[in-house]
């Protein structure tokens, strides 16, 4: 049996100001900060040994990888960042207020916007030239549904993640809220319009299970009220 730990990112500056972020690479906050090592202690606490973290290659998720590695004391575990557990990108949406597109579009389109797994949001006019995925030779998105965000996520997991779950070896995934729907949708085999009911919290683990053909056997959400 092998065990996959996912974490979202603790509280970041655009969760607190309640701002459409997609790839912006903001900070946590001290909330977020604090949430990062309540995470790490839960996990320590369980005594779960890791041989290998992912994460994405924003800041917000690394940093809240290395506390959670900290607090366990594994600051030695091999680590991958890639993009493909960057955030869903939000396209023209990114940097705008929630509250704000809300009374602009109403609650019907702005709910699409945010929940639906097929719904594209207004994309940007040019996709912009990050020089950490220029070098990868990666084109950032102009703007991505859940489903978009699925499909790039799902050669990761294939190629990355499974196999080494197969191998009987502990994985830790660090990344966010749209990108860890993604990936419950496909580990618990949600349907598209169920999906839209799912929200991944900040800052609590979510501990899966598997057996020998990756079929989970156990689910906790440490530290759920």
């Not at 091999?78 to 704000?100: C, D, M, V």
């Amino acid at each position: 049996m092998s065990k996959l730990v996912i974490l979202r990112h603790g509280e970041s500056e655009a969760n607190r100001d309640n701002i459409f972020t997609g790839w912006s690479d903001v900070s946590l906050t001290e909330k977020g900060i604090r949430q990062a090592h309540e995470a790490g202690q839960l996990i320590a606490h369980d005594g779960i040994m890791f041989d290998h973290m992912h994460t994405s290659m924003l800041k917000r998720a690394i940093m809240t990888a290395h506390i959670v590695l900290e607090e366990t004391n594994q600051l030695y575990v091999p680590e991958t960042k890639s993009w493909r557990l960057n955030e869903r990108h939000y396209g023209a949406l990114r940097g705008q207020y929630k509250e704000r597109v809300r009374k602009e579009v109403g609650d019907k389109q702005f709910k699409l916007w945010r929940r639906s797994y097929k719904v594209v949001p207004p994309l940007l006019d040019e996709p912009d030239k990050d020089p950490r995925y220029v070098s990868l030779g990666v084109t950032e998105p102009r703007g991505e549904s859940l489903e978009m965000a699925y499909d790039r996520l799902m050669p990761y997991w294939q190629d990355q993640i499974a196999p080494r779950l197969l191998d009987g070896h502990n994985q830790l995934v660090v990344a966010h809220g749209s990108t860890l729907r993604a990936l419950i949708k496909y580990i618990e085999q949600i349907d598209d319009q169920a999906i839209d009911h799912l929200e991944v919290p900040n800052g609590l683990p979510i501990c899966y299970t598997f057996d020998e053909q990756l079929n989970v056997t156990d689910k906790q959400i440490w530290g759920q009220a």
